[in-house]
Nanobody
Framework: QVQLKESGGGLVQTGGSLRLSCSGS????????MGWFRQAPGKEREFVGA????????YVADSVKGRFTISRGTYTAVMSLQMNNLKPDDSAIYYC??????????????WGQGTQVTVSS
């Protein structure tokens, strides 16, 4: 079992930056891939990006490429999402996720409670 906790959400103006963090606890000695999903009201859940246990980037959504950066400590359960040049469309609840398996159409086993990001225009 892994417990995930996000932090760092908040309100920011268009063009601003935020940094989200996710900390895992529990069986974090296992090699989990970690990532971020987001969901805005009335919209489908969107896979933002993922990073491997070794810190290799696995995926970044086109919608955030060039603006968002995912990082984590190598072989740790601590991950960050640096979000720059934020747009109102980035407003959503952001969820930290983890699983031992990463695959196409990823449906991770472990999810955090989510943290709200709101970008004002």
């Amino acid at each position: 079992q892994v417990q995930l906790k996000e932090s760092g959400g908040g309100l920011v103006q268009t063009g601003g930056s935020l940094r989200l963090s996710c900390s895992g606890s529990g069986q974090t000695s296992t090699n989990y891939a970690m990532g971020w999903f987001r969901q805005a009201p009335g919209k489908e859940r969107e896979f933002v990006g993922a990073i491997s246990w070794k810190g290799n980037l696995l995926y970044v959504a086109d919608s955030v490429k060039g603006r968002f950066t995912i990082s984590r400590g190598t072989y740790t359960a601590v991950m960050s999402l640096q979000m720059n040049n934020l747009k109102p469309d980035d407003s959503a609840i952001y969820y930290c996720v983890a699983d031992t398996i990463y695959e196409r159409n990823w449906n991770p086993e472990y999810w955090g409670q989510g943290t709200q990001v709101t970008v004002s225009s």
